[in-house]
């Protein structure tokens, strides 16, 4: 649990937070919003532990006793709410270990900190609950919400909180990050950048993941060779990708991050800016044999076979036709 300087990006929320501190203007409750993976535990985490510590800095000094029981996971002003249920936060979760316990003033610190992960899964009977709280909190509450989906919370706890949204991190920082403290290579930290979409989170779980690099070497061999391959083959492919419970979005993504490098290089004819830069002589092959329309249609299909599998659609069919758009556009 790293304080705020060990965080990386988010610059603007981690100043909001800062500058809070510094002028003894803390909120009673915050909303962080951002995708699973993003870094709201760590920014969240990273506030608690500076509101805690003894030296009443911006950043904590992590020597303290108070910051030595956070770091341990043994403070008792620092409460995360839990829930039994794995899809829902329910009434009693949030009156048992918030409305029950907010009334008793902090054991060692100015601060009483409660963090509840997972926030957008709370019943309408659970924010209610929470309302009443933060409509009165007493002066050393503070509450943070941490959520995938702001979207999912009622008006009247939207108004009454500070809302801080995560933004993505820029892929040079991603890569900068995967290549100086992971060890990755230039042209991997590159490909694993692309995919994350500025969610370091992610990039990180791709860098270490096994089966995300077989997945990409499937992947990959089906793209090249879909020229060639016949209805039967093709069949076999999809049947592979099932039979190995592969991650199909993440699967798609490698299909259209390739054929969107291929209309790129089309365009452009700068090596400099292909993401799959290991397979230039592929890229180049490719871009020259097809033509815009058929690019439009690849990325049209592979837009479909998303809609479609997210619609839960014949996972079999919807790749079916995917592939077919493919191969008649190559």
């Known amino acids: 649990m790293p304080g ?4 990386l990006g988010h610059e603007t929320i981690k100043e909001h937070f800062k500058k809070a501190i510094a ?5 009673h409750a915050y909303i962080l919003a951002g995708e699973a993976g993003m870094g709201r535990k760590s920014l969240a985490n990273a506030f608690a532990l500076t509101l805690l510590c003894e030296k009443g800095q911006t950043e904590p000094c992590l020597e303290c006793h108070a910051c030595k029981q956070v770091l341990s996971g043994n403070h008792p002003d620092l409460i995360y709410v839990t829930h039994e249920k794995p899809a829902s936060i329910g009434v009693d979760d949030i009156r048992e270990q ?3 316990t907010i009334q008793i ?6 601060y009483k900190i409660y963090i509840v992960d997972e926030a957008e899964k709370m019943t309408v009977q659970a924010q209610n609950a929470l309302l009443k709280t933060i409509e009165e909190p007493p002066a050393y509450a503070v509450i943070l919400l941490l959520t995938t989906n702001p979207d999912g ?3 009247t706890i939207l108004s009454r909180c500070v809302q801080l949204k995560l933004k993505p991190l820029p892929d040079s920082m991603i890569r900068g990050y995967l290549t100086e403290k992971m060890g990755v290579s ?6 694993y950048a692309a995919f994350a979409r500025g969610n370091l989170g992610k990039a990180k779980r791709l860098a270490e993941s096994e089966d995300f690099r077989q997945s ?3 992947i990959l061999n089906i793209l090249k060779n879909i020229r060639q391959m016949d209805i039967s083959q093709l069949l076999d492919a999809i049947k592979r990708l099932k039979d190995e419970n592969m991650d199909l979005h993440e699967c798609l993504d490698i299909m259209q991050v390739w054929y969107r490098d291929g209309l790129m290089f089309k365009v452009t004819k700068d090596a400099n800016l292909l993401i799959f830069k290991d397979e230039f002589s592929a890229m180049n092959e490719m871009s020259t044999r097809i033509g815009y329309d058929g690019f439009e249609n690849i990325l049209n299909a592979i837009d479909k076979a998303r809609i479609r599998l997210d619609a839960n659609v014949n996972m079999e069919l ?7 758009a493919m191969k008649e556009n190559s």
Not at 105 to 110: G, M
Not at 318 to 324: G, K, P, R, S, T
């Open 153 to 155: 919370f009622l008006p």
């Open 23 to 27: 002028v003894h203007k803390v909120s």
């Open 216 to 218: 990409y070497e499937q």
């Open 98 to 100: 918030i409305n029950d």
């Open 318 to 324: 919807a790749l079916e036709l995917m592939f077919l």
């Open 4 to 7: 705020f300087q060990d965080i």
């Open 105 to 110: 003033r902090p054991y060692s610190a100015n």
């Open 186 to 191: 230039e042209s991997q930290s590159e490909l």
